[in-house]
């Protein structure tokens, strides 16, 4: 180990959870190692942090140290809950919890550049103080995420000005966007978004929605989005022809994306399969596409012939209908890397040659209450 050039250990140190334990082994480890493992910096209210412990240690680093913290992740969930019926303890922070979170943000002062937070555990008062002391303390942002899952922060004014304070200020910086939300939000804040004309990624989830208001966020945010690239929609409800036809109308320029996840309840492919078919035919270029619908032969027979640099698939089906055996001979790219695929039809091992005559190593994930065509061994 000691012979191995820097920049391998700094690969290596890069695994999850790595770069926390290799920073105490030795000096030069932890010269390696500490500038991966300060590049996110998780802030909750757990009983270190209300002990100021992280206060005590970022007073303990130096200024150079410090410059390395480029991410701050301020959550409130806690250890995971064996006993409960929730998944995660979640409380709400104390005031010395809230005041931790403002003395390191102005500690750290301009460095952060991305920025996730949740209401959960954290009053929309205490919410707005942080977000008001992180925008005080920071020139700009590129990556934001944000979860609103309660009622009240949606009638909170001061944490609604707020986000469109931080839309309008970075709108030229913003590559990364990310909400999660239970209810959608006002004209206002999506216009101030559509300002972000340099955002790359886009993530969003409405939980409790009802679909008809997906389409009129893509008229009012999409068109001025040309250099978009990652578009994630996730929402618990059936997907209508309407909300795709204007979902790939809106864009910009649909052949710019390389990534596509669109996650949505299962509902009869014949209410979408052709403006599904019309969207990829627009989005040559994708590398990632990720559909939870009802797939059809058709559509993956279109998606094999219009997405050469296609490199991962997930896909789901539930009509027992879909069997692949349509396209068992159809030619996959050569960069097809990985296919998941949930359904409950018959898959024909024919399928997986299909995709072995162009791809050197493809891993396969079938699972669900599938059957196959063929022995096990051709799926292993």
């Known amino acids: 180990m000691e012979i191995l050039p820097a920049e391998i250990l700094a ?3 890069c695994y999850d959870g790595l770069s926390d334990i290799t920073r105490q082994v030795c ?3 932890r010269r390696i190692a500490l500038p991966i493992w300060l590049r996110r910096l998780p802030l909750l209210p757990s009983d270190p942090f209300k002990d100021t412990g992280m206060l005590d240690y970022l007073d303990d680093l130096s200024p150079h140290d410090r410059l ?3 991410a701050l992740d301020i959550t409130s969930r806690r250890d995971f ?3 409960g019926s929730n998944l995660f303890h979640v409380d709400v922070a104390d005031l010395a919890c809230v005041e931790n979170v403002l003395l390191i943000q102005s500690l750290l002062g301009s460095g952060i550049t991305d920025l996730t937070m949740t209401d959960a555990g954290w009053t ?3 919410l707005t103080d942080i977000l008001q002391t992180c925008l005080l303390t920071t020139h700009h942002l590129t990556h934001f995420q944000i979860s609103l899952q309660k009622t009240e922060s949606y009638t909170s004014p001061d944490l609604l000005e707020c ?5 309008r200020r970075d709108s030229g910086r913003l590559k990364s966007l990310t909400l999660d939300l239970s209810q959608s939000l006002a004209d206002c804040q999506w216009t101030a978004m559509a300002d972000c004309v340099d955002l790359q990624h886009f993530h969003l989830g409405l939980h409790r929605n009802s679909e008809s208001v997906l389409p009129a966020i893509f008229k009012l945010a999409f068109p001025k989005w040309t250099s978009l690239s990652s578009l994630y929609i996730c929402q618990p409800r059936f997907l209508s022809a309407e909300t795709l036809q204007c979902l790939y109308k809106s864009l910009p320029a649909p052949d710019r994306m390389l990534e596509l996840r669109l996650i ?6 014949s209410q979408y399969e052709q403006e599904f078919i019309e969207m990829i035919h627009r989005m040559p270029n994708l590398q990632i596409l990720e559909a939870h619908l009802d797939w059809t032969n058709r559509m993956m027979e279109h998606v094999a012939l219009t997405l050469p640099d296609l490199r991962e698939l997930s896909i789901t089906c539930s009509s ?4 692949c055996a349509g396209i068992q001979y159809m030619v996959w790219g050569q960069a097809l890397e990985k296919i998941n695929m949930r359904t409950s039809g018959r898959i024909w091992g024919g399928f997986l040659e299909a995709v072995r005559k162009r791809s050197r190593r493809v891993r396969i994930l079938v699972y669900g209450a599938m059957k196959w065509g063929g022995s096990v061994d051709e799926w292993e």
């Not at 027992?320 to 069997?323: G, P, S």
């Open 11 to 13: 690969d290596i140190f």
């Open 163 to 167: 986000l469109l304070y931080l839309y």
């Open 27 to 29: 000096q030069r480890w």
């Open 320 to 323: 027992i209908e879909f069997t």
């Open 68 to 70: 390395f913290i480029r």
């Open 264 to 269: 949505f309840e299962a509902c009869q492919a």
């Open 81 to 83: 809950d064996t006993s």
């Open 124 to 126: 929309p008062h205490s």
